[in-house]
């Protein structure tokens, strides 16, 4: 198994651009979300899915867009990207929504 | 709102010395709750997770936490470090009546192991 994947794993973007940013699981796991890391703050939940055809907005949910069309992928949308959204996005899964998360390598972005 | 509190942010120790890296939520209800680490690079790993029954739990390289519920805490211990312990610890808590994964983290532990 893969585990859980992430492309790209680096990107530079300048303001106001739009960009996916993609995640893949192999393990046919139900669960699935997208985590931003920043200094100091951890790990904070932007958008999140139970499964196929089902997704919830996390803490930080504003400026981003998911969609869950089948229970393997999970992509993550910028629709307008700003600096502030400079960070690295770690997506995950797990078994259920109570379970051990498992974190893909991250992607780290810069608005510029 | 839940949080998660890690009130080291630095730590720097020598090697074998002991480790106790603080861990307190302020959910009062039932939770899961897990240490993960993120090496240097590399993407976060678990460390160890309480979900019920022994209140000391043991995981992976030596490391142990113990989940004492009348102080909302979960403090992550290790008796002697190494230097390849050299990363950054998180703590989270996952509520147990909530319909949808808001797993809550703190904000982190870096730790450093001088050889």
């Known amino acids: 198994n893969a585990g859980v994947t992430q492309t790209p794993k680096f990107q530079v973007l300048k303001t106001g651009q739009s960009m996916t940013l993609q995640c893949a699981q192999d393990?046919?796991?139900?669960?699935m979300s997208w985590y931003r890391q920043d200094p100091g703050m951890g790990l904070r939940l932007i958008h999140y899915?139970?499964?196929?055809?089902?997704?919830d907005q996390g803490e930080v949910p504003n400026g981003y867009n998911v969609s869950r069309s089948t229970t393997e992928d999970f992509p993550l949308r910028l629709l307008s990207a700003a600096p502030s959204q400079t960070s690295v996005y770690f997506c995950a899964s797990s078994y259920h929504n109570q379970e051990t998360q498992y974190f893909g390598p991250g992607t780290r972005l810069l608005v510029l | 709102a839940q949080s998660v509190s890690q009130h080291n942010h630095h730590v720097i120790l020598s090697e074998a010395a002991s480790l106790e890296l603080g861990c307190n939520y302020s959910?009062?209800?039932?939770?899961?709750l897990f240490w993960y680490v993120q090496y240097p690079g590399q993407h976060l790993q678990l460390l160890l997770k309480?979900?019920?029954?022994?209140?000391l739990v043991k995981g992976i390289k030596g490391f142990e936490a113990e989940f004492i519920k009348s102080k909302f805490s979960f403090n992550l211990r290790k008796p002697s470090v190494q230097w390849s312990d050299t990363a950054e610890y998180f703590c989270a808590v996952n509520r147990l009546n909530n319909a949808g994964n808001m797993l809550t983290f703190g904000g982190g532990t870096r730790l450093m192991v001088k050889p």
């Open positions: 899915s139970v499964g196929a055809g089902i997704t």
């Open positions: 393990m046919n796991h139900e669960y």
């Open positions: 959910y009062g209800g039932t939770v899961n």
């Open positions: 309480y979900f019920s029954g022994d209140p």
